[in-house]
């Protein structure tokens, strides 16, 4: 379905300036836009513009819009609040860090639930959709190595497994005793828009996590038949 928009409301949508243009209690005057549209303007100098919000099925309303409201602003709000919604790591590695890892056994290193995230602001005719979308995760393990993968890295297949996935890992060295390694996972999202003013992006947001990750080592002793 088409969406709703906001457009310039005119004398004929009921705001007719003749009808307000004495009115002085709300501390402000009515007038006419170069647009044709109503604006009603303050004491102090500021001036909004009425619009109206037509929808295929008839939804209506009507709201008054700062005119020095410019769509860079709309855009901007729109990544500020895209940025701000986009999610911290949510790890899906094997083996997890509530069971540990082991010497020589892969890891398989990956993130749950990161879809894209898109956000909107409108100011009368001015609208902007911003979108964060995963690009990358690097896995910082705790002993010096970082692992950097494509989006949200690779979910572990065959648990019985020993090689380490695709966006993988595997420690050679054991963690000190009661001093796990420190994990840190950083997913970067890059930051792109749509607006009434054509579209872009605007570079990326990084959210990161800690977890103790602690890794054993098993003796294994070999018998001869």
């Known amino acids: 379905p088409q969406p709703c928009r906001w457009v310039a ?10 009808g307000y243009g004495d009115i002085t209690a709300s501390g402000y005057t009515f007038g006419t836009s170069s647009d044709g549209g109503v604006v009603r303007t303050f004491p102090g100098g500021r001036t909004e513009q009425v619009f109206a919000r037509e929808c295929p099925d008839g939804v209506g309303g009507f709201t008054w819009v700062d005119t020095s409201i410019t769509a860079q602003d709309v855009i901007d709000d729109a990544v500020d609040r895209a940025r701000r919604a986009a999610p911290a790591p949510t790890l899906d590695l094997s083996p997890s860090p509530e069971a540990g890892g082991i010497v020589n056994l892969g890891l398989w290193l990956a993130l749950a639930g990161q879809d894209p995230v898109t956000v909107r602001a409108e100011a009368g005719s001015l609208w902007a959709e911003a979108t964060v979308t995963l690009a990358s995760t690097s896995w910082d393990m705790g002993n010096g190595d970082v692992v950097t993968c494509d989006g949200p890295g690779v979910a572990i297949v065959d648990t019985d497994t020993l090689e380490q996935g695709p966006c993988g890992y595997t420690y050679r060295v054991s963690s000190p005793d009661d001093d796990p390694y420190t994990m840190t996972v950083t997913a970067t999202w ?25 890794v054993d080592e098993i003796q294994t002793v070999g018998v001869s038949n």
Do not use: E, K, L
């Open 9 to 18: 409301a005119t004398a004929a949508d009921g705001w007719d300036p003749a």
């Open 190 to 214: 890059n930051v792109s828009y749509r607006s009434s003013a054509g579209s872009g992006s605007v570079g990326g947001v990084d959210r990161s996590v800690s977890v103790d990750y602690d």
